[in-house]
């Protein structure tokens, strides 16, 4: 009978998994969970194949820190946050001897000789963890607000992302060594799910007011971080049944929460690298609810399947991807490409899963920085025949036109299908009220040959400034340093409201995205500013429409109008109104390749301002500098006018 209100959709994986998903179902099915993962005990005959690998770095760099004194966070790197807003003093130490810890745990199982001197290495790290003070990161610790002290309070644990990352890691060691280390260290088994359970699951279960379970329809990426964390711990340290399935059951519903808002295209709003700490730890979780469950629990969901698309779509070329958001513009080593790799081939998606091969040949080791389960999960697979796709099945990085995400209103588009030559393009709607925002609405990225010249700086080192009401004070988020439009001078506000109004969205025929960008700005329309980013594919150009008719300037703005465009390399300004960008300055960039700029009006004038790199996470990709040009329209064309920007790539 119609009530005349519209039903409301399940979530995917209650629709799905209905009871089976219950606290009541699940301490049945998760009966013996431990003897299903695919990860075994050290003991297991598996490793044996794993122990013929080299891991050269690994062994290397875990041979040369044995025995020495193991990184150590002091109270004065945790106050740090709260008195000057530094951040990665205690958190580098902090992931060092989570990292050294790895490489221990991996020497201990494959170890033939010496093992006893690996078991207490590993000894020593784990029970280092359970005495250090907090598990959470200071920039994330409400002990401040809570009390304005700046050291951790034991009485009060604080559930994130690093809480999170220890429990699971000491969980993946006793599946591993267990056995091992009960004999060598009587006691600390028990140690390591005291632990866990003070620190982690008993507050989960406790409280309802973590920020991150997105009971409030906010949902981001650590709702699937922390708690495909806590289904490990669960798992693995939890040995009553019935809290070990009420706090999976509990896990569940908040991926529950995250997946629900992932949009029918699968984009991430947090961008390409970030996809790898939300949407692919979602990935891992559900991986390992099915393992544990002996299939019971089956996440093959049309959610999933768009999710595990989204990281190819943004790729440009080489180790180059699209960086909206808080994210660097080069893929960082150690991503867990297998992970995804394994998920295209069970979903018979060929185009993610040659991607990803791509790259899991490029990093045949794995990499300590990447987590304990990352590392574990690598190497069991690649010791699996179906670790690779085969090489005659295998399809270029980038099939097809390009692609455009109607959901974040991102389009890439390519000059030459299915590959990285000639001209990328990638132009961005949206709105600044996403995640991990940069005030961006309306900008464009250029690469060439797969390499980005009109870029995105990305992320910069995290203070506390980054998330606090001063984060658009930092240059890499603000307006005036993304390719967009400054009309008056202004920047763009921030919000869902400051938004792009799609006027034409690109196909494949036609790679043409049009933008009304007004909103962003505060203008009263958003047709007072028009942005039209398209690529011809002959004779092989991207051109930058810009259209204007505004109000008279507002009183916080100036009387300028400014369109301003970010580049990498090295930029020389012609007398002609050209402009000539070469990758010269570029780290790993080996091949050189370069765009020339046209643009009209002839008569705008150009200024030009470099920005000298002293953030090694911006320095290590662009190089010692960035380079901003301002193009500031002619006294006749500020009220009304159109710009236009032509690129070409250079011989």
């Known amino acids: 009978m119609a009530t005349g209100t519209a039903a409301v959709e399940a979530p995917p994986l209650s629709t799905a998994w209905g009871d089976k998903a219950q606290a009541s179902t699940l301490t049945d099915s998760l009966r013996g969970s431990r003897d299903r993962l695919t990860v075994r005990p050290a003991s297991d005959a598996g490793w044996r194949r794993t122990a013929a690998r080299p891991l050269c770095a690994l062994r290397t760099q875990a041979e040369e820190e044995k025995g020495r004194p193991w990184p150590q966070p002091l109270v004065s790197h945790y106050a740090r946050y709260f008195r000057d807003g530094n951040r990665t003093e205690y958190e580098g130490l902090v992931a060092g001897r989570q990292q050294r810890l790895t490489r221990a745990v991996v020497m201990a199982a494959l170890a033939e000789r010496d093992q006893e001197d690996w078991l207490d290495e590993v000894v020593d790290g784990a029970y280092l963890l359970c005495e250090q003070s907090s598990w959470s990161w200071a920039a994330h610790d409400d002990v401040f607000t809570r009390s304005a002290h700046v050291v951790p309070d034991r009485t009060h644990p604080y559930v994130d992302l690093g809480a999170g990352e220890v429990a699971a890691q000491l969980a993946w060691l006793d599946l591993l060594l267990g056995d091992a280390l009960e004999e060598r260290a009587p006691g600390l088994r028990k140690r390591l799910r005291e632990e866990a359970h003070q620190r982690v699951i008993r507050p989960f279960l406790d409280r309802l007011d973590w920020h991150w379970l997105g009971l409030n329809g906010d949902v981001h990426n650590w709702n699937p971080w922390i708690h495909s964390n806590i289904i490990v711990a669960a798992l693995l340290l939890v040995d009553d049944p019935q809290v070990q399935a009420q706090t999976i059951a509990r896990c569940i519903e908040g991926l529950d929460r995250f997946l629900d808002s992932i ?18 730890r979602a990935l891992e979780g559900l991986a390992l609810l099915e ?46 490409w297998n992970m995804l790799h394994r998920w295209a081939v069970r979903l018979g998606d060929s185009e993610a899963a040659a991607h990803a091969a791509t790259f899991m040949d490029a990093q045949p080791d794995p990499d300590s920085r990447s987590g304990l389960g990352r590392v574990l999960t690598s190497l069991t697979q690649a010791s699996s025949s179906t670790a690779r796709s085969e ?26 299908p299915g590959s990285t030559n000639g001209l990328t393009l990638a132009a961005k709607g949206g709105h600044n009220g996403e995640h991990h925002n940069h005030r961006d609405v309306g900008s464009v990225v250029v690469a060439v040959e797969g390499v980005p010249l009109l870029v995105d700086a990305g992320q910069p080192t995290y203070t506390a400034q980054t998330f606090g009401p001063d984060r658009y004070q930092i240059r890499a988020m603000q307006s005036a340093w993304h390719s967009v439009p400054a009309p008056f001078g202004l920047e763009q506000g921030t919000g869902p409201g400051f938004t792009a109004v799609v006027l034409q969205e690109p196909t494949p025929e036609e790679p043409t995205l049009a933008l009304g960008l007004g909103d962003a700005y505060g203008l009263g329309h958003p047709e007072q500013w028009i942005r039209t980013s398209l690529l011809n594919r002959e004779p092989g150009s991207v051109v930058i429409d810009d259209r204007w008719n505004l109000p008279a300037p507002p009183p916080e703005g100036t009387p300028d109008v400014d369109i301003t465009y970010l580049v990498a390399g090295t930029v020389s300004v012609g007398q002609d109104a050209t402009a000539a960008i070469t990758s010269a300055g570029i780290p790993t960039v080996s091949s050189p390749v370069g765009l020339r700029l046209r643009w009209k009006p ?11 790199l002293d953030d090694p996470l911006l320095s290590d990709i662009w190089g010692d500098k960035l380079t901003r040009l301002r193009f500031r329209m002619p006294a006749e064309n500020r009220a009304s006018g159109a710009f236009t920007l032509t690129v070409e790539a250079t011989p």
């Not at 949009?263 to 692919?280: K, Q, R, T, V």
């Not at 036109?401 to 890439?412: A, D, E, H, N």
């Not at 002839?602 to 000298?612: G, Y």
């Open 263 to 280: 949009p029918a295209d699968g984009a991430i709003d947090e961008g390409f690298a970030y996809w790898w700490n939300g949407a692919g």
């Open 291 to 336: 393992e544990a469950t002996g299939g019971e629990l089956n996440a093959d969901l049309p959610v999933i399947r768009a999710m595990v698309a989204f990281p190819h779509r943004m790729h440009l070329g080489h180790r180059w991807f699209l960086n909206v958001a808080d994210g660097p513009a080069r893929a960082h080593e150690g991503l867990p």
């Open 391 to 416: 090489p005659s099945k295998r399809v270029q990085l980038r099939p097809g036109w390009g692609t455009y995400l109607p959901s974040v209103q991102i389009m890439v588009a390519r000059q030459t």
């Open 602 to 612: 002839t008569t705008a004038v150009v200024l030009v301002d470099e920005w000298h």
